[in-house]
């Protein structure tokens, strides 16, 4: 049995918004955080053997975060779930397509003996958890409300606060994923 532990890992806004309806995360970058503070992505990469991450996540790093002078930032393989026909930008990324379930093995090899980082976006996340491959989220909540956009968690779960923590503007919060939410009964339910 794997040791590994697939670690969804992002920053939203309080209304629960990884980005807004543009895809854009302007709201993200004018927040102070400390890279040497509590939960800080420099101590969370140390840990990680392997990212997984959607292609909408994948084209926005490709935009926003890549070019001539700034290559691909991760030196860990990366798998791009997709269906879309995206090309890799370095030896390190492989653009897959199936389901967490169908790729598990393969992940957790390239992994190693560290953890998996579940990147994003939302949906991939729950996609993850539904398939019983999510075992942390670990959430910075930055002070601002966008109303709409790509949610963190489009599907019902539940966790378990295991940290709290504030770095700079952003409430960071821990948590362990105990499972689908159940729905509930409706005839024990009173008005």
Not at 100 to 105: F, G, N, S, V
Request: hydrophobic residues 45%.
């Amino acid at each position: 049995m794997s040791t590994n532990r697939f670690r969804y890992n992002t920053a939203t806004t309080l209304d629960g918004y990884l980005a807004d309806v543009h895809n854009s995360l302007d709201w993200l970058f004018v927040q102070t955080f400390d890279e040497a503070g509590p939960m800080s992505m420099n101590a969370f990469l140390a840990d990680i053997g392997a990212i997984v991450m959607g292609s909408t996540t994948y084209r926005w790093l490709l935009e926003h975060e890549i070019s001539a002078d700034s290559p691909w930032p991760y030196t860990q393989p990366c798998f791009v779930f997709t269906h879309r026909d995206l090309e890799p930008v370095a030896d390190t990324v492989h653009i897959v397509a199936g389901t967490p379930a169908d790729l598990r093995e393969r992940i957790v090899a390239a992994a190693g003996d560290r953890d998996i980082w579940v990147v994003g976006g939302g949906d991939l996340a729950a996609q993850f958890a539904a398939a019983d491959m999510l075992d942390e989220v670990t959430v910075s909540i930055a002070p601002v409300t966008l109303g709409a956009g790509a949610p963190l968690f489009p599907r019902p779960f539940d966790l378990e606060l295991t940290e709290i923590a504030r770095n700079g503007d952003f409430a960071c919060l821990r948590y362990r994923v105990v499972g689908p939410r159940k729905p509930a009964d409706s005839a024990g339910e009173t008005a």
